[in-house]
């Protein structure tokens, strides 16, 4: 019985500890293809010094393979993922521990906008499941001409509200909507954050604005085709 | 052993406390306890210990001895042939399928990723009349641009959905295999460290316990 357990935990641990290896080690190979060995490792080497950070190695990775999809010189890969493995060092400190993949590239992406640290140490604290949308409305109201500041409260009073990533990015559909219709980006704000309030049901749109609901074949959403059409 | 009688003989419980049923099988016991002690058991023979702690001492072996044994001398295995079956499959398929499979280069293999989950179709448009061919890449597909967009009514106008999982994704179209094209249309960019755009689609869950008031 000792022995049987014994050879299939063998049998287990083998399979496992080589498919994943096989995982890491095949993952950079689109990148060795197109650089070389030599390029390829030192690449892969600021990819580990990530790991060792506890950074995700999945985003590192992929930095890498968009680089090399979109057929950058060996350096600037280097670079840019160098850049982003240092960006993503930065952005784990503001959410510490969580090392969510999404969350931590988003903090990465807001520290680089210029979005308030203490805010987003806020808003993590407060909502952690939604703290990535939070940032994109964030990000989509100040594109649309709301004050920094006025972005931010509003997507300050949607978490203590209570509303969800899916209805906090409606805010910059809505606000973007009234400046259509005339609205200072301010006023429009305005009206926005004070439509904002606990314990309703009313769901603004859950994708991009122009991603309406076209019918699928699995019973998912879909966006229609863009206004060019 | 019914664990009341169990009980008993640990002393944890009177004879009193036991059932009708038991009290006759717990006299029984006391009977033979009785008998065992009253046969006379004396002490174990002077120097029995050591002599049986020489014996398993002498039968021992250093740990890595034991796992050189255990991998060079012939070993038999009982194992279900349902479980040998399913492990050599596993092995077998690990071996034998190519190297692409290992990561979800496909969106099937997203899709595949997402069972269980919430998930969005997605229709990636771009308005291309010159273009022999359109695919779209982002952080979904690993940045493969094998997910071809079609134009069967040959307008130009060039179109294809995607099965993404809730949340913020980066992309980026690829023009005739050579010419990559920053989405005109997206809602929003994020700059890809290489001196482009990309484009960033935000799909979110359900709703939450708030709202906007109308």
């Given at each position: 019985?000792?022995?049987?357990?014994?050879?299939?935990?063998?049998?287990?641990?083998?399979g496992?500890?080589?498919?994943?290896?096989?995982?890491?080690?095949?993952?950079?190979?689109?990148?060795?293809?197109?650089?070389?060995?030599?390029?390829?490792?030192?690449?892969?080497?600021?990819?580990?010094?990530?790991?060792?950070?506890?950074?995700?190695?999945?985003?590192?990775?992929?930095?890498?393979?968009?680089?090399?999809?979109?057929?950058?010189?060996?350096?600037?890969?280097?670079?840019?993922?160098?850049?982003?493995?240092?960006?993503?060092?930065a952005?784990?400190?503001?959410?510490?521990?969580?090392?969510?993949?999404e969350?931590?590239?988003?903090t990465?992406?807001?520290?680089?906008?210029?979005?308030?640290?203490?805010?987003?140490?806020?808003?993590?604290?407060?909502?952690?499941?939604?703290?990535?949308?939070?940032?994109?409305a964030?990000?989509?109201?100040?594109?649309v001409?709301v004050?920094?500041?006025?972005?931010?409260?509003?997507?300050?009073?949607?978490?203590?509200?209570?509303?969800?990533?899916?209805?906090?990015?409606?805010?910059?559909?809505?606000?973007?909507?009234?400046?259509?219709?005339?609205?200072?980006?301010?006023?429009?704000?305005?009206?926005?954050?004070?439509?904002?309030r606990?314990?309703?049901?009313?769901?603004?749109?859950?994708?991009?604005?122009?991603?309406?609901?076209?019918?699928?074949?699995?019973?998912?959403?879909?966006?229609?085709?863009?206004?060019?059409? | 052993?019914?664990?009341?009688?169990?009980?008993?003989?640990d002393?944890?419980?009177?004879?009193?406390?036991?059932?009708?049923?038991?009290?006759?099988?717990?006299?029984?016991?006391?009977?033979?306890?009785?008998?065992?002690?009253?046969?006379?058991?004396?002490?174990?023979?002077?120097?029995?210990?050591?002599?049986?702690?020489?014996?398993?001492?002498?039968?021992?072996?250093?740990?890595?001895?034991?796992?050189?044994?255990w991998?060079?001398?012939?070993?038999?295995?009982?194992?279900?042939?349902?479980?040998?079956?399913?492990a050599?499959?596993?092995?077998?398929?690990?071996?034998l399928?190519?190297?692409?499979?290992?990561?979800?280069?496909?969106?099937?293999?997203?899709?595949t990723?997402?069972?269980?989950?919430?998930?969005?179709?997605?229709?990636?448009?771009?308005?291309?009349?010159?273009?022999?061919?359109?695919?779209?890449?982002?952080?979904?597909?690993?940045?493969?641009?094998?997910?071809?967009?079609?134009?069967?009514?040959?307008?130009?106008?060039?179109?294809?959905?995607?099965?993404?999982?809730?949340?913020?994704?980066?992309?980026?179209?690829?023009?005739?295999?050579?010419?990559?094209?920053?989405?005109?249309?997206?809602?929003?960019?994020?700059?890809?460290?290489?001196?482009?755009?990309?484009?960033?689609?935000?799909?979110?869950?359900?709703?939450?316990?708030?709202?906007?008031?109308?």
């Amino acid at each position: 019985m000792v022995r049987r357990g014994f050879f299939t935990a063998s049998i287990v641990a083998l399979g496992l500890s080589s498919t994943a290896l096989a995982a890491q080690t095949d993952d950079l190979a689109r990148v060795r293809a197109a650089y070389g060995e030599v390029d390829a490792a030192r690449i892969a080497a600021v990819i580990q010094r990530g790991v060792d950070n506890e950074l995700p190695r999945r985003l590192l990775v992929e930095k890498a393979l968009e680089g090399t999809a979109k057929r950058m010189p060996a350096d600037a890969v280097l670079a840019a993922v160098t850049t982003l493995e240092r960006e993503l060092r930065a952005a784990a400190t503001v959410v510490w521990p969580d090392q969510d993949a999404e969350t931590l590239e988003k903090t990465a992406d807001a520290l680089r906008h210029g979005i308030d640290r203490a805010l987003l140490v806020e808003l993590h604290r407060e909502r952690p499941e939604e703290f990535p949308m939070m940032i994109v409305a964030i990000e989509d109201l100040i594109h649309v001409g709301v004050d920094p500041d006025v972005a931010e409260d509003m997507v300050r009073a949607a978490a203590t509200s209570g509303l969800s990533g899916h209805e906090t990015l409606g805010l910059p559909a809505t606000v973007r909507r009234l400046v259509r219709e005339g609205s200072t980006p301010r006023d429009a704000a305005s009206s926005v954050r004070a439509g904002i309030r606990p314990g309703g049901t009313d769901v603004p749109p859950s994708v991009d604005e122009r991603f309406r609901d076209v019918p699928s074949t699995a019973g998912g959403r879909g966006r229609s085709i863009p206004p060019i059409l | 052993m019914n664990k009341e009688l169990n009980r008993y003989l640990d002393g944890e419980l009177e004879p009193n406390e036991l059932s009708a049923e038991l009290k006759g099988e717990a006299e029984a016991w006391d009977a033979f306890l009785t008998d065992v002690r009253e046969s006379g058991a004396s002490e174990a023979p002077v120097g029995l210990e050591s002599m049986v702690m020489d014996s398993v001492r002498a039968e021992r072996k250093a740990p890595w001895s034991r796992l050189i044994d255990w991998w060079v001398n012939p070993q038999s295995l009982r194992i279900r042939p349902l479980i040998g079956l399913a492990a050599a499959a596993a092995i077998a398929t690990f071996f034998l399928l190519p190297n692409d499979a290992v990561l979800p280069a496909e969106p099937a293999g997203a899709a595949t990723a997402l069972v269980g989950e919430e998930a969005v179709y997605v229709q990636f448009v771009l308005e291309a009349p010159e273009a022999q061919s359109v695919a779209v890449a982002g952080d979904f597909n690993d940045w493969s641009p094998d997910i071809g967009l079609a134009d069967p009514d040959g307008d130009g106008i060039w179109a294809g959905r995607v099965r993404l999982a809730p949340g913020v994704h980066k992309y980026m179209f690829l023009v005739d295999g050579q010419q990559w094209v920053t989405d005109p249309l997206a809602e929003r960019y994020t700059e890809d460290g290489f001196g482009n755009r990309n484009a960033v689609i935000a799909i979110t869950g359900g709703a939450g316990a708030g709202s906007l008031a109308p």
